[in-house]
C-alpha cells in the first residue's frame, strides 16, 4: 500500500552516515548491467560509494542527496546536481585514487580496470549541457517499492531545480529499464538513445537513453 504521506529531505550529518552501507545497493539498482561491468560484483563500487558519499562535491556524495526517510528508516534517495557538475565531481573522485590505494580500500589494478571499462560505458552518455539539472541516481529499496517514493523524489527535484533557474532536468536511463515509462508518465521525452555495439555484443548492454523534461 503508498504510504499516506511521501516527504523529501536532506540528510543530515548523522543519518548520511548511518544511511552510508544502503547506498551503493541503491546506486546498482539504477543500471545493474552498467555498474556490474563498470565495477565488477567483488565490492568496488561499495568501497567507492561509501568513499564518495562522505566527501562533497564527488559523484555519488551525501551532499548531493536527497531523501526519503519514515521512522528513522532510509527508504529512497534522489541524487543530483547542476549539469556541469557531472564531469567535475567525476573527476573529483578519480583524484582520490592515490588516497583510496594508500589506505588499502582499492588497488591499482582494480582502478585501472574501471577506468578502461567507465571509459567505454561514457559513450552511451549524451553530453550533460551547463543548464540542466543532471539526475543521476533514483532509487527506492525493494521493501518500500511500490510506495510512491519515486514520484516524490522526481517531483521534488523537479521543483528544486526549477526554483535553481535550470531550463531541463535531464537523466540517463538504459532503454530496457522499466523506469522508462515511469519517466515518461511523469513529463520526460527521451531526447537520444546511444549504443555500444561491443558492449551490447559482449557484455549485454541495451541502448541508453538521456531523457529530459523543460522546467
Same mark, same amino acid.
Given at each position: 500500500m503508498p504510504i499516506a504521506t511521501v516527504q523529501? *529531505?536532506?540528510?543530515?550529518e548523522g543519518e548520511a552516515k548511518r544511511f552510508a552501507p544502503l547506498i551503493a545497493q541503491l546506486v546498482r539498482a539504477t $543500471?545493474?548491467?552498467s555498474y556490474d561491468y563498470q565495477f565488477g560484483t567483488n565490492g568496488l563500487l561499495e568501497r567507492l560509494v561509501a568513499a564518495s558519499w562522505a566527501r562533497p562535491e564527488t559523484l555519488f556524495c551525501a551532499a548531493c542527496t536527497t531523501a526519503v526517510i519514515e521512522d528513522g528508516d532510509l527508504l529512497g534517495i *534522489?541524487? $543530483?546536481f547542476a549539469g556541469p557538475n557531472f564531469y567535475t565531481f567525476k573527476a573529483n573522485l578519480a583524484a582520490m585514487a592515490p588516497e583510496l590505494m594508500a589506505r588499502g580500500e582499492a588497488s591499482y589494478d582494480e582502478l585501472a580496470g574501471l577506468?578502461?571499462?567507465?571509459g567505454k560505458a561514457s559513450y552511451l552518455n549524451a553530453h550533460v549541457p551547463d543548464?540542466?539539472?543532471y539526475l543521476h541516481a533514483l532509487a527506492a529499496l525493494p521493501q518500500h517499492r511500490g510506495k510512491g517514493l519515486g514520484k516524490a523524489l522526481l517531483q521534488a527535484a523537479m521543483v528544486r531545480a526549477r526554483a535553481q533557474g535550470f531550463r531541463e532536468l535531464q537523466l540517463d536511463v538504459l532503454s530496457d529499464n522499466p523506469a522508462v515509462s515511469f519517466y515518461q508518465a511523469m513529463g520526460l521525452s527521451i531526447l537520444a538513445e546511444l549504443?555500444?555495439?561491443e558492449l551490447s555484443r559482449d557484455h549485454g548492454?541495451?541502448? *541508453?537513453?538521456r531523457m529530459s523534461v523543460s522546467l
Open positions: 523529501t *529531505e536532506t540528510l543530515s $543500471g545493474p548491467v *534522489e541524487l $543530483g577506468m578502461v571499462r567507465a543548464d540542466v539539472y549504443r555500444s555495439p548492454f541495451p541502448s *541508453e537513453y
